[in-house]
């Protein structure tokens, strides 16, 4: 049993957005050796998430503006917290929310060596309270 | 390790539905010889979805009513794309949505040949733009 | 490879509540033995969730206040049943709506023994129909 395990930097550039990693997860499923397994990938941030969707600029944008109609920034929310990076108290419930709807996590089969999906399956992380350096994980089981 | 992945065809009827799949993964596991260990089962498409939830059918009716409540078709989208099957513009955007928030996997143990579930708990195929043939997946990992 | 599949059982006290259950699954996937694999954690209910974000009690509450307001309970659902507890035709579509989309799994890796998430993801079991005594799994997987 093949079991690696990587841990992937990224730095986000603004409050929100999706950014496509489909080619990293694939780029490390073909080195990992493993021809028949799992792939995992999986956010370590509470105010970020990692879904599976159509890979286009005009859905990207549909996502974050349908997430922030359902948790709005400016509700009444009980979480407030201090942020560090620009000094004062901060709003990120709705960012937590999004995470917790919109997913964390995603599981793949991997056969003869490369990742199994749709033709249209697109990994992507999201930030939802950016810009920040994230790390998400990809992790393989197989042999 | 024993590791199989199966590739099931589906043909949906609706625009929406949600089709009970409990049967053909409990079958695919009962099958594949695998004693102890984990199956996932995803789909291969983004608008549609996979979910488990009680099996009834004013469950399956509220699930696809509210999910629309959260994100009507006629909603002012970003996306939209050509439809080949009925040859006009379309809007299929809601159907994204639906799916990354319904969710588009899960995974169960497997213990003694038998899938590990609660006695409510059943699977389901979410078609959300259709009617499609659909491809899902069951992957069976374990010993 | 070693497989095991613990059944934790669970005494909610609230009609909803957000009870963290990190501890219990670090416990179990140290004394499992396994030094590299994978964590899968579910509920087995219907009504009932598990989901990963940040461990505050002021976001506890967010959650369960937010899901209420997309899913209200006197909403007009085609699904109301007969609840035991209470000798009385009851309306829970609104618990298992709140299922469906806040999730009801989570999987992580597991390396040198220990869990690997980041230092806020904390584990919650998600009552959202209770009190009632529950059960979720712990399955591990690795060698």
Known sequence: ????????????????????????VDGVVQKSGV????VNVLTTHTSSGLL?????????????????????????YHH???????????FNADAHLKSIIGGV???FPIENGRIVRG?????YF????????RTYLIQILGE
């Open 126 to 133: 999201m930030e939802y309270d950016g810009p920040l350096e």
């Open 35 to 38: 021809k028949n397994g799992l």
């Open 52 to 76: 599976v969707t159509e890979g286009l600029p005009c859905l990207e944008e549909d996502i974050l503006t349908h997430l922030s109609r359902l948790f709005p920034e400016d509700e009444n």
């Open 105 to 107: 996590s995603c599981a």
């Open 1 to 24: 049993m093949i079991i690696k395990l990587e841990r992937i930097k990224l730095q986000t550039r603004k409050t929100e957005e999706a950014i496509n990693i489909t080619a990293q």
């Open 80 to 90: 407030r917290r201090y942020l560090d990076y620009d000094g004062r108290l901060g």
């Open 119 to 123: 033709s249209r399956q697109t990994i």
